[in-house]
């Protein structure tokens, strides 16, 4: 996938706190790879394994914890957390020494299933959007990769199915399924925000840092260059969003936002840095923080948003992100 300039994709492979993190984030991958697939139960070739969350947007912490997916073509694999595959990825949590796995998405999906509920009410009910989306998102495979390519691959071209070489087509699907999600998190967060005995503080602040930007950070290319055909998107779940975000910012040519841009990395590596507080959500509550934090966030906000209303991009692009 080629791009006009490298400016932006070379300011995020020389801030050094970030590679950091993507290295630790590597390594952890590495382990957790060799792990599952030391199980005999993962030698099965028809069922696929990937992590998502911090692992899977390499910006891993001292407290992060794994989200892990388990997705198959095979109808008689699907089961719920009480299938083997789902109790030993549990067993090798916790012998790795992450915290308790978030176990309402935990269970074999089936990739059928997935695609018939795009759009249906059990898209959200049963967690398919999440599944699908994280994937898309922020995944990197742990077992069988090339059965999670395949798997991968069908999803994105069910986006891309009205696609052909006869017209100019627009991935205005895909764009409105992304934005639904940022909407969904948003109302998800909302019902936290009412419930007083659940912490809502750090919930608010991965809203307006690592969720917006994972979300927007691939918005960004299908709105800022044609990406016609699955085979163009594909690359780009490759990336993570960080890097995506680069790749966006690239094509929109214009290297007048780079100080802006690393104005952002720094303020996301504060953001990383407070989700290794334990006590980040009792000191959020003072107005100081308050303060801080709110500037932060409108500075990522407001970066993203001149990237997505770039004159650079089309009007057309524009107004799909409003109407």
């Given at each position: 996938?080629g791009?006009?300039?490298?400016n932006?994709?070379?300011i995020l492979?020389?801030f050094?706190?970030?590679q950091?993190?993507k290295?630790?984030?590597?390594r952890?991958?590495s382990?957790?790879?060799s792990?599952?697939?030391s199980?005999?139960?993962f030698q099965?070739?028809?069922?696929?394994v990937?992590?998502?969350g911090?692992?899977g947007?390499?910006?891993?912490?001292?407290?992060?914890?794994?989200?892990l997916?388990?997705?198959?073509?095979?109808?008689?694999?699907?089961g719920?957390?009480d299938s083997?595959f789902c109790q030993?990825?549990i067993e090798?949590n916790?012998?790795?020494?992450?915290?308790?796995l978030?176990?309402r998405?935990?269970k074999?999906?089936?990739l059928?299933?997935?695609?018939?509920?795009?759009?249906a009410?059990k898209?959200?009910?049963e967690?398919?959007?999440t599944?699908r989306?994280?994937?898309?998102?922020?995944s990197?495979?742990v077992a069988?990769?090339?059965?999670?390519?395949?798997?991968?691959?069908e999803?994105?071209?069910?986006?891309?199915?009205?696609?052909?070489?006869d017209?100019?087509?627009?991935?205005t699907?895909?764009?409105?399924?992304?934005?639904?999600?940022w909407?969904?998190l948003?109302?998800?967060y909302?019902?936290?925000?009412?419930?007083?005995?659940r912490p809502?503080r750090?919930?608010?602040?991965?809203?307006?840092?690592s969720?917006m930007?994972t979300?927007?950070?691939?918005?960004?290319?299908?709105i800022a260059?044609?990406?016609r055909c699955?085979?163009?998107?594909?690359?780009?779940?490759?990336?993570?969003p960080?890097?995506?975000l680069?790749?966006g910012l690239?094509?929109?040519?214009?290297?007048?936002?780079?100080?802006?841009?690393?104005?952002?990395?720094?303020?996301?590596?504060?953001?990383?840095?407070?989700?290794?507080?334990?006590?980040?959500d009792e000191?959020?509550?003072?107005?100081s923080?308050?303060?801080?934090?709110?500037?932060?966030?409108n500075r990522?906000s407001?970066?993203?948003?001149s990237?997505?209303?770039?004159?650079?991009?089309?009007?057309?692009?524009r107004r799909?992100l409003?109407?």
């Amino acid at each position: 996938m080629g791009c006009i300039v490298s400016n932006f994709q070379n300011i995020l492979a020389q801030f050094e706190p970030l590679q950091k993190r993507k290295l630790e984030s590597e390594r952890r991958i590495s382990e957790l790879e060799s792990e599952i697939n030391s199980s005999s139960l993962f030698q099965n070739k028809l069922i696929a394994v990937y992590c998502a969350g911090s692992l899977g947007r390499h910006d891993f912490g001292v407290l992060s914890d794994l989200d892990l997916f388990v997705i198959t073509k095979e109808s008689s694999l699907q089961g719920e957390i009480d299938s083997p595959f789902c109790q030993k990825l549990i067993e090798i949590n916790n012998a790795l020494g992450y915290p308790r796995l978030t176990e309402r998405f935990l269970k074999v999906h089936l990739l059928s299933e997935n695609l018939k509920a795009v759009g249906a009410p059990k898209d959200d009910t049963e967690n398919f959007f999440t599944m699908r989306m994280l994937m898309l998102l922020e995944s990197k495979p742990v077992a069988n990769e090339e059965i999670y390519g395949s798997c991968l691959s069908e999803i994105v071209g069910h986006y891309y199915r009205d696609a052909n070489d006869d017209r100019i087509f627009s991935p205005t699907f895909l764009v409105n399924d992304l934005l639904r999600y940022w909407r969904t998190l948003c109302l998800n967060y909302e019902q936290i925000r009412q419930n007083p005995d659940r912490p809502w503080r750090k919930k608010n602040i991965n809203l307006k840092f690592s969720r917006m930007i994972t979300v927007f950070s691939t918005v960004l290319p299908l709105i800022a260059m044609p990406i016609r055909c699955e085979g163009e998107f594909l690359p780009l779940t490759e990336k993570t969003p960080l890097e995506r975000l680069a790749y966006g910012l690239d094509n929109l040519g214009d290297n007048g936002l780079s100080s802006d841009f690393q104005q952002f990395m720094e303020d996301y590596e504060t953001f990383l840095g407070w989700k290794e507080d334990d006590g980040i959500d009792e000191r959020m509550k003072g107005p100081s923080a308050e303060k801080e934090i709110a500037e932060m966030a409108n500075r990522t906000s407001s970066f993203l948003y001149s990237a997505l209303m770039h004159e650079n991009t089309s009007l057309d692009s524009r107004r799909v992100l409003v109407l």
